[in-house]
């Protein structure tokens, strides 16, 4: 009994062995087909806000409690996820267009040429492209956020 509980222990201290990795989606017709994750922060919290061809990033986001936003927060802007962000030079905060699920988000950014969002892999479809992050794919091992 006490060797089945030092197991589970054990293995609580890898949650991430087997966790889903989280893609980074666009509208298809996005030119951009990667960034790196530097990038994307800076997106997340309003400092880069339009596309290198000029046009308006649209960023979506999840509710402060669902466990996606809380990873992604964590991985790519080093914060938590109830954290507004401040771009440079207003005291206002960015706002990001806030949907419910996955599902929301998919729709969303499939319809808004400019929108991005973050998305469980088992949720992307034709309708999105899944942006290579970090030089990786979210099907690849090297892919970090999980």
């Known amino acids: 009994m006490i060797s089945l509980i030092i197991m589970v222990v054990w293995l609580g201290q890898f949650p991430q062995a087997h966790a889903e990795p989280i893609a980074i989606i666009v509208h298809p017709s996005n030119p951009v087909g990667s960034l790196s994750w530097g990038e994307l922060a800076r997106i997340y919290k309003g400092r880069d806000k339009k596309w290198k061809s000029g046009k308006p990033i649209v960023a979506t986001n999840r509710p402060t409690d669902v466990e996606i936003r809380k990873k992604f927060y964590a991985y790519v802007l080093r914060a938590k996820p109830t954290q507004q962000f401040r771009p440079p030079g207003t005291p206002l905060p960015f706002k990001t267009r806030r949907l419910k699920s996955g599902k929301a988000t998919k ?11 973050y998305i469980h892999v ?3 479809d034709k309708t999105v492209k899944v942006l290579r992050m970090g030089g990786y794919r979210p099907s690849e091992t090297e892919y970090e956020l999980k």
Do not use: E, L, Y
């Open 107 to 117: 729709k969303f950014v499939s319809r808004i040429p400019n929108a991005i969002g």
């Open 122 to 124: 088992r949720d992307v």
